[in-house]
């Protein structure tokens, strides 16, 4: 069972059969056995991505290709960091982790651009690599 707070209510997302943004800004969660709840919600690409999982890390892989976690300066050149590991979430994605003073961290910022092949780099000019040989 997994779990997520929404406006004070901790929904088992297990049980969700549906869920949908209203006209009015509401969200509303069908469940399995019929019964639905619906509440206003401030920021819902948050919530959605929460009943999603797109935080909730199933597995833990190692790095072996490697990949590269992408970053765009205010400037607009680029600069990329080995990812440590991969984190297999509960949406489906792989995402991109790195270890920070002993815990796993998912990466989410405004500047990041995503997680590249060794091959794909070449597609960002003036990109500087960081952290080669740190992982």
């Known amino acids: 069972m997994r779990f997520v707070e929404i406006n004070g209510t901790h929904i088992n997302v297990d049980e969700i059969c549906d869920f949908f943004y209203t006209n009015e800004g509401s969200l509303r969660i069908d469940y399995r056995h019929g019964e639905s709840y619906t509440t206003h919600v401030c920021k819902p690409r948050l919530f959605r991505d ?9 597995q833990v892989l190692p790095n072996n290709a490697p990949f590269w976690m992408v970053w765009e300066n205010d400037d607009k050149t680029h600069f990329a960091t080995p990812a440590d590991f991969l984190a297999l979430c509960a949406d489906g994605h792989v995402r991109a982790m790195y270890l920070s003073d002993g815990y796993f961290e998912v990466i989410e910022s405004r500047n990041y651009v995503g997680l590249f092949s060794e091959d794909e780099l070449s597609q ?5 690599k960081c952290g080669v040989g740190q992982t």
């Open 124 to 128: 960002f000019d003036s990109l500087e």
């Open 50 to 58: 929460e009943i999603m999982g797109a935080r909730h890390v199933v």
